[in-house]
């Protein structure tokens, strides 16, 4: 048993105190954990012959959190959910550029910054529309994450970058208003952090939606990051970075990665009682951890796994999918 094995079933105050060196990474916002530049590997275009509809999931008293990994997911507790329908994917590339085209809508990462919400002194690329992009570190370069001018969902990397050929890859460096938009748009919603968690799990306990061991038999369940992070990335699952929705085998529920690829938007705040994020927007709750989560850094592909990610903010690994309620008998 090693002590800071998420899962592993510890006294609650041995596992704080285990976990505890990674909190400041967890309230310094999604940026400090779990992350490394999408590679230049050439990846697979496509995995799924067509958009799967969405998936109907019944709803009853479901568990939730968990008592045995990173404090944040205390406590374990269970909750009544409706029956809802969820994205069968995260959203794609071509799914976004669909609303885009049918409204005009200019995403967060293309507008001009408030200046109310930059930090005096702050470098003079925040003043300028862009978004956060994942840069190795380096000697004299220790941050792994950059504020690129010109980043955005159309240039995930920022300038020179693009989509082109990448239709069916999830639409990333999206803010929580762009992903709100888009679902207002298509009629649905985001998922709170239960229902996400909720269809996550695929109808398993299990530490794991596919069981209680991470790759059993040396086979990846989802695209995460294998190696040392974040110097080397050995792609043991066939992604290094993003890979095509649905290329990895869906869960209990049908539904396609929930965990890995890219984080995804949930409706929840991340509160104060969670952790102080000290961020100047509006903080939520963010799930299912992304290709760049790593065993020896950031093991939150598991689906109680969860993270505080500013409102504002988008990244190239987070992403997301949308719900919709069920209709009741006589609606
Ligand atoms: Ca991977």
Not at 66 to 95: H, I, W
Not at 297 to 326: D, K, W
Request: net charge positive; charged share 20%.
């Amino acid at each position: 048993m090693h002590a800071d094995r998420p899962g592993h079933r510890h006294k609650q105050s041995t596992m704080s105190a285990a976990t505890r060196w990674l909190w400041p990474a967890v309230v310094a916002i999604a940026l400090a954990a779990c992350h490394q530049m999408e590679s230049s590997l050439p990846a697979k275009a496509q995995c799924l012959d067509s958009e799967p509809p969405p998936i109907a999931l019944p709803g009853g008293r479901v568990s939730i959190g968990s008592n045995m990994a990173y404090p944040e997911e205390a406590p374990e507790r269970r909750v009544r959910l409706d029956g809802f329908n969820m994205d069968a994917t995260e959203v794609t590339n071509a799914q976004f550029a669909r609303f885009v085209a049918a409204t005009g809508y200019v995403t967060r990462a293309e507008r001009q910054p408030d200046p109310a919400l930059i930090p005096k002194g702050a470098p003079a690329a925040l003043f300028k529309p862009g978004a956060a992009v994942f840069k190795p570190p380096a000697p004299g370069h220790p941050q792994w994450w950059v504020y690129v001018p010109g980043a955005n969902w159309r240039h995930p990397q920022g300038p020179g970058s693009s989509i082109r050929g990448r239709a069916h890859f999830p639409v990333v460096q999206i803010a929580y208003e762009d992903a709100a938009a888009y679902a207002r748009w298509a009629g649905r919603a985001l998922p709170t952090e239960a229902q996400w968690e909720y269809a996550a799990s695929g109808g398993a306990r299990t530490l794991y939606p596919w069981g209680n061991e991470r790759s059993p038999e040396g086979r990846e369940k989802a695209n995460t990051w294998q190696g040392f992070f974040p110097l080397k990335d050995e792609a043991k699952d066939g992604f290094a970075g993003l890979a095509p929705v649905g290329c990895f085998e869906p869960n209990g529920f049908g539904l396609y990665d929930m965990i890995g690829n890219v984080w995804e938007w949930t409706a929840t705040p991340f509160t104060k009682a969670d952790g102080d994020t000290g961020a100047a927007e509006p903080v939520y709750t963010i799930k299912g951890g992304s290709f760049l989560c790593a065993y020896n850094y950031c093991r939150r592909y598991r689906a109680t796994a969860r993270q505080p990610q500013e409102a504002g903010l988008g990244s190239n690994h987070i992403g997301f999918r949308t719900v919709s309620a069920q209709k009741r008998p006589g609606q």
